[in-house]
């Protein structure tokens, strides 16, 4: 996996499989290297049943959990399944993740899958915050919000990323 022999790795974790009589341990490193090696070759799929397997298991803490959870998630993202991502990063906030590369990552598998008013309410309440943090919110992010809510012809959104890239980014 180190190496990015991805396909490799799961053939090698395969063959641990043949084994056969492993320790509740043994099994959920397995799984665990499994989720690596399947995230890193694309196999969403196998990751996911990986993740299910650990998911109850007590020898998985919490936060490795998330750190799993976003792994699927973004092989989903790269996969072009962006509703499963979408799904997937929304169970990562759930789980108690809070990576802002995975809040973008949520955003932009929201717009993938055609969900602008998600993408407008999220983008709407991160300018928000921002403001009253007294932080200028990213052009990139009232793009986005400008894109997200003219795809859904929602004027007062529309208004609002106009007056808000005016104000910060007057071009």
Do not use: C
């Amino acid at each position: 996996v180190k190496a990015g022999k991805h396909r490799e790795a799961l053939a090698e974790v395969r063959k641990v499989d043949a084994v056969g009589s492993l320790s509740a341990a043994e099994k959920v490193l397995v799984e665990r290297m499994r989720i690596a090696a399947a995230s890193g070759a694309g196999d969403v799929e196998t990751a996911v049943r990986s993740f299910e397997i650990l998911d109850g298991s007590p020898g998985v803490a919490a936060a490795e959990k998330v750190r799993m959870v976003e792994s699927i998630a973004g092989t989903y993202y790269r996969a072009g399944q962006y509703a499963k991502a979408q799904q997937w990063a929304q169970r990562y906030f759930k789980e108690g993740g809070t990576s802002g590369s995975m809040r973008q990552l949520l955003m932009q598998a929201q717009y993938q899958s055609g969900d602008f008013a998600a993408v407008t309410r999220e983008l709407q309440a991160e300018v928000a915050a921002a403001e009253r943090a007294g932080q200028t919110p990213s052009e990139e992010r009232l793009k986005l919000l400008l894109g997200s809510a003219m795809r859904q012809k929602d004027a007062n959104a529309t208004a609002l990323a106009m007056e808000k890239l005016v104000t910060h980014y007057p071009k």
